[in-house]
């Protein structure tokens, strides 16, 4: 029976897997990744702030993907709980420490390993759910008791995260300052999203320092590259994607570490290695573009394991963006189709829950952000 190998169960993985186990019942699907949870990470700007967020020890968070796959015979799926650490493309295998190290076998290789943030913060799935609920509690307690908190850049998750620890903690004496090596947050976005976001997070105390980046960080001390020194007890950095890539050969990689892919989301340099996500060598790394990627993907990997050609183009445009500004009525700003998004229509669509309710339906592949099952 050929063998699918999965590398990353998360928004792509999990449903590239279920996809490929209905399409092709002659192959045998093996999924690797270090936990049984999927983290609902969209949410993370809230839960980092604060425990309790959606309910109680934030459970919602984590919602375990294996039950999904109980619907296939054994001798068709496995999981092992696992990181991969060593890829060798000529050979087709993949060293994966588990309980062990163990070396697979594969035909096919699909990587969805995806991204993690600086500084390992708990943005994105930390290896085990443990480790990831440990460190969001870390950094609760941390937020709780700092004064001052400096948080370096101004992308969605930055402006999302402050959002949330001014709001929490409005109006209790704690300096929170947002640095922004732009212009303004959200440089992705129009200038009168722009300027709403500012607006909002100052209404909220913030103080946000634009055309400003930490150029040095000791002691607690931050140097910032407009002259200025915070003595800051928490910085957190929002800045910056890491691929998940460390096991992967170099020649495989482009300048920012991500999977060569082609415009079929297949590697350059081995036909029989595929990647989705924000693993992927792409422009735009969101939920949103993920499953525009894993419908190309899929599709292709399904075709030409039939024997067929590839059958669809993956094109990387600008998706809509909303971004919640501390959860209050009608706070946050967006960009849908070149038009700013009204602060209530954020609050109502992502504001209130950061579609908290979609994280088990997601795990269970009866839900993809933006796409069809
Ligand atoms: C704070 C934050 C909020 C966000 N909010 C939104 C939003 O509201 N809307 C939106 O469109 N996008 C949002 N995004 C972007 C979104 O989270 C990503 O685009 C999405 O997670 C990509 O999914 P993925 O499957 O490619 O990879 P990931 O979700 O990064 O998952 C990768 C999986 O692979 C596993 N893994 C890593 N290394 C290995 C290895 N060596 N071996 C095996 N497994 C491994 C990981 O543990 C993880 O389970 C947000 C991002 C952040 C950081």
Redesign the pocket.
């Known amino acids: 029976m050929p063998e699918i190998l999965i ?7 999990i449903p590239a897997a279920h996809r490929f186990l209905r399409a092709l019942p002659d192959h045998k699907v093996t999924l ?4 049984t949870d999927l983290y609902w ?2 949410a ?2 809230r839960a980092i702030a604060k425990d309790h967020a959606f309910s109680e020890n934030n459970d919602g968070l984590f919602e375990p993907f294996l039950p999904a796959f109980d619907a296939y015979p054994k001798e068709r799926f496995e999981f092992i709980q696992g ?2 650490t060593a890829l060798d493309p000529v050979a087709k295998t993949v060293t994966v420490l588990a309980d062990r190290e163990i070396v697979l076998n594969y035909d096919h290789l699909v990587i ?4 993690r ?1 600086i500084g390992d913060t708990p ?3 930390l290896g085990t759910t443990e480790e990831t609920r440990k460190a969001l509690a870390e950094y609760q307690q941390k937020i709780q008791a700092a004064k001052t908190i400096v948080l370096s850049g101004a992308g ?2 930055g402006v999302e995260t402050t959002g949330e620890i001014a709001t929490l903690f409005k109006g209790q004496g704690k300096k929170i300052y947002l640095l922004d090596p732009s212009e303004g947050p959200l440089p992705m976005l129009k200038e009168s999203v722009r300027e709403e976001a500012r607006k909002q997070l100052e209404s909220l105390g913030v103080t946000v320092l634009m055309k400003t980046s930490v150029t040095k960080e000791a002691d607690g001390k931050l140097e910032l590259s407009n002259g200025q020194v915070i003595e800051a007890d928490l910085h957190i950095p929002t800045y910056g994607l890491i691929p ?1 890539t460390k ?1 992967v050969p170099k020649e495989m990689l482009d300048n920012t570490r991500s999977v060569k892919v082609d415009k079929h989301m297949r590697s350059i340099e081995y036909p029989n290695i595929w990647a989705a ?3 992927a060598s792409v422009k735009i ?4 573009s ?1 499953t525009p990627m894993l419908d190309a993907m899929t599709a292709n990997f399904i075709s030409v394991a039939q024997g067929g050609e590839v059958v669809k183009e993956y094109k990387d445009d600008m ?1 809509p963006m909303v971004v919640p500004i501390g959860g209050g009525f009608a706070m946050g700003t967006g960009q849908m189709f070149g038009w700013r998004v009204l602060g209530l229509l954020v609050w109502l669509v992502k504001g209130r829950s950061y579609f908290i309710g979609k994280a088990k339906s997601t795990a269970l592949a009866k839900e993809i ?1 933006g796409g069809k099952v």
Do not use: E, I, R
């Open positions: 590398l990353g169960a998360s928004y792509t993985g690797v990744n270090p936990s990470n969209p993370a700007p990181t991969a969805t390993t995806g991204a943030t943005f994105k799935q969605p998750t998940n096991f996500g924000d693993v790394k969101s939920l949103l993920a998706t952000t």
